[in-house]
Nanobody, 118 residues
Framework: VQLQASGGGLVQAGGSLRLSCVAA????????TGWYRQAPGERRELVAH???????NYVDSVKGRFTISRDIPKNTVFLQMDNLKPEDTALYYC?????????????WGQGTLVTVSS
């Protein structure tokens, strides 16, 4: 399974970006997927997550500003980021979790850089 993350860029504070994470090569059309971010010198943190049943979770700092969603036929998970703040600047990664029998696999996409200027 390969994940392709895209959509990052440079935006002014208050602006918006939409990240996309496309999964290729999976036998599953639905799988739990999360968006993570890592700022320089910081630990990677989970920002938003969408479960197989479609339920979502967000870290407190992005609640009300970020929305995670998916397009099942396209095997794509999105992260809509509105009202961006300079502290949202980070490398954003998507991670997909799949279970096959007794085995569990995590697949990571390459990072996409989000830079928010003040």
């Amino acid at each position: 399974v390969q994940l392709q993350a895209s959509g990052g860029g440079l935006v002014q504070a208050g602006g918006s970006l939409r990240l996309s994470c496309v999964a290729a090569g999976s036998i599953f059309s639905i799988a739990p997927t999360g968006w993570y971010r890592q700022a320089p010198g910081e630990r990677r943190e989970l920002v938003a997550h969408i479960n197989s049943d479609g339920s979502t979770n967000y870290v407190d700092s992005v609640k009300g500003r970020f929305t995670i969603s998916r397009d099942i036929p396209k095997n794509t998970v999105f992260l809509q980021m509105d009202n961006l703040k300079p502290e949202d600047t980070a490398l954003y990664y998507c991670k997909r979790n799949e279970r096959l029998g007794m085995n569990e696999y995590d697949y990571w996409g390459q990072g996409t850089l989000v830079t928010v200027s003040s």
